[in-house]
């Protein structure tokens, strides 16, 4: 019994809340996915404007008070460079507000399914916070952007603007837009980009909530999740953010809300958590996404994932474990590779930098490399990074660096041995089959 | 000129570049190549001679993709903003911490907006 509730071989974990109050504030209860396809497994009934209005309460019916609350919320975006949402808001206004808010649910990274989770379950709440979002800034138009592939996704965004316009919800006029299935189409000036009339790719240019082409004003560039927390924060609820996770761990995938403060330990058990299974401790986690950084699980048990300090985790909200029997050299080759492939191929260093990287860590996973080797990765990553228009390069150099010092000693042993201490070459993680 | 004696930083647009390398010829203190031919760049504020040759390079480059940003003035106190006494050739391999600090600063150069 008590196996369902610890990780073998490792102390109990402080929990600080019973399971049966882990219901947050925009899911109830934890999504489950196939690992690979990211198929829905379990899930609750999504909420439709009845059950939303009940949940919520009616929308909010001026956006005044937003940007205080906002402010003392401390919420920021979730494309990695933690960016405070009421600081964008502020530039865009001092600017004359903006002319169109997007909802970004264009949900690149391959092993989340955050996003695609929260506009399946509350979608009246992500269009609530796009509502007060374009309010705000005095924008008559907002737009949803998604992926080619999120069928599922767009069935419940058109259900629930038909149902919004049928109750006479008042709101800006929303188109839904597909973006290409490519890993970059959702990076937030790549967004502005496209929707400028440019093509969908990272451009070199203003900060982010700075003023574009488009009709003289700005354009507003939020995650769904994001405009979310807007939804709730303008209904005026004294509310501490969390944050939406994928775990990848124990062959599923599960998105999850994690409450502030709460520890990468404690999150992994609510994920698996189901009565009579034994659990066993990951040798590592990655945190953030594909693009993101490793962590020893003895370091990472403890690591907060929200909170003021934000560590790696937050990103694209991905927290996937890596099993004790596999090589973190070998997944951070093929995750390496597949960064590599899904570059916009706009700046060179991060065009022949990237590729030059995936082919010495896959050396290096297949023990095919000697020591000097080792120091050419890591000035091959010095010369990468920082050089790019968007942060591609940045992130896939953190994540091989983070795996050179997480996994120090797999290094010395490929390297030594020309062979790996676990069980080879085969990745566990989920890399999207090509088209 | 006041133009001259503002503050001001070199900056690749990486889209725009395409590795032609000529920005290395016209100003070889300034500006190296990495081993692909893109440029890699001193990333603190350039004194007015090193504006010169920059605006020599930015000038020379036919793909229009070097820029020269102004900086805000560094306060009094802080210094010439972790400029290293000497610059000795490659960037990357020199001086590490440098670019690392580089990152943000280089696409927001007036502040946190």
Redesign the interface.
Known sequence: MTNSSTFAGVSPPVRTSPPSSTAGTLLDAPLRYTTDGGLLLDAPPPDGLVAHTTRYGPPPADSRHVLPALEASGLTGRGGAHYPVVAKLRALLSGGGAEVVVANGAESEPASSKDAALLRQRPHLVLDGLTVAARLLGAGQAVIWLHEGAADNRGSLLAALRERHDARVPGPRTSIVLAPGRYLAGESSAVRSALAGGPVLPTFGPAPGARTALGGRGTLVQNVETLAWLAVLARGGAVRPGALVTVVADGMRTVLEADEGQTVESLLLRAVELPGRPVIAPRAVLLGGYAGAWLAWDDARTEPLCGPSRSPATGAGLVAALPPFACGLAETAALLAYLARHGAGQCGPCRFGLPSLAGLADRLARGHVRPRDVDRIRRLADEVRGRGACHHPDGAVRLLETALATFRDDVEHHVRRGRCAYGGHQAVLPIPEER | MARATAPARLV????????VGICAYVANRLVDL?????P?VPTWPLDPREQRAARAAAAACPRRALLLEPVARTPPGVGAGGRPARYHGLL??AA?QE??T??GP???PSG??
Do not use: M, N, S, T
């Open positions: 690749v647009d990486p889209v725009r570049c395409e590795g990495d081993r692909w031919g893109y890699i990357p391999h590490p670019r690392q580089a990152e280089r696409r927001q946190p907006l």
